[in-house]
């Protein structure tokens, strides 16, 4: 019996076809920074880096502050040195005001002003005997009424201060000298920011003074104004008193030696002063203790 082969059947399956339309909404592209502009992220970020780096400086600054207060007055002082030498050697080794020093004159106060003038009262301060040496003008082209200034005479530092100057009674004044040429403090007694030596009576270089000249009316090296006049430097070494180590002239404060207007309350230079000898070098001393003069 013949088979009749029967062909495959076909099943025709329709593709499906997929269409992509394109959206009727319109696209977007992301926002782009305006140019030049921060975010408030970064500006945030920027000013906390210029706190921290401030924060970091400022000791620093004021640290080249101080140490260049430092090296003015220490300027100052060795000009202040040079010339008293060049006095000493003119007038036989007295020291100012010298060997004619007469009432009401006598010596030097304590309370230092840096200024002069034609006035008599001005040649209670050291800075009247210095202007010959320091090339400024003739005490007598100056006239009674006007300050003129002897600025070697003035610490860098201590123009700064203000604010932190004593009125003279345990208060702190307003007054501003720099401002003024020194006419507040002139008016009320005052000082600025030297002194010339004044060793208190207890300590070792007064005494060898005394033992040395026991019959004299005082033993400051500059005199005491309207008391007693100054010694000679020959007088000074003769006691033992080494020169290299007694100063001449140094920073003045309340601290140091008693209360005056215009004083500095507190050590100009925090935790030293600095002082020239009488061999003429200078050099600084720690602020110790109380604070006071340690001759």
């Known amino acids: 019996m013949r088979k009749t082969r029967v062909a495959p059947s076909i099943v025709w399956q329709p593709r499906t076809l997929i269409m992509h339309t394109q959206s009727n909404v319109p696209h977007q592209a992301p926002p782009e920074r305006s140019q030049g502009g921060f975010t408030l992220i970064e500006l945030l970020v920027v000013v906390a880096i210029i ?17 260049a207060y430092q090296v003015n007055c220490v300027s100052n002082l060795k000009q ?62 100056i006239p009674a009424s006007t300050n003129a200034l002897v600025p070697v005479f003035v610490c860098a530092a201590y123009r700064n201060s203000a604010g932190n100057l004593s009125n003279g009674s345990g208060g702190k004044s307003t007054d501003d000298p720099t401002e003024n040429n020194y006419s507040v403090a002139y008016a009320n007694s005052g ?48 006691a033992g008193v080494p020169l290299s180590d007694f100063w001449e002239v140094g920073d003045y404060d309340v601290m140091a030696a008693g ?20 061999d003429g070098h200078v050099g600084n001393r720690a602020v110790v203790g109380d604070g006071r003069y340690d001759q």
């Not at 706190?51 to 140490?67: H, Y």
């Not at 920011?193 to 040395?212: C, I």
């Not at 207007?261 to 002082?275: E, I």
């Open 51 to 67: 706190a921290i780096l401030a924060a970091m400086l400022l000791p620093v600054l004021a640290s080249a502050k101080r140490k």
């Open 80 to 141: 202040c040195g040079t010339a008293l030498q060049m006095y000493y050697s003119d007038y036989n080794d007295w020291l100012p005001p010298g060997p004619n020093s007469t009432i009401p004159d006598q010596g030097l106060t304590q309370g230092q002003l840096p200024i002069y003038s034609s006035n008599t009262n001005t040649r209670k301060w050291l800075p009247y005997y210095l202007v010959p040496f320091l090339g400024l003008r003739d005490a007598a082209s």
């Open 191 to 238: 000082c600025g920011s030297y002194s010339v030596t004044q060793p208190g009576s207890s300590t070792v270089y007064m005494a060898m003074l005394k033992n040395a000249y026991p019959g004299a009316p005082g033993w400051l090296p500059f005199g005491k104004e309207h008391m007693y006049g100054p010694m000679k430097l020959q007088q000074i070494a003769k």
């Open 259 to 278: 209360d005056k207007f215009d004083a500095a309350v507190t050590p100009v230079h925090k935790k030293t002063r600095n002082f020239v000898y009488f």
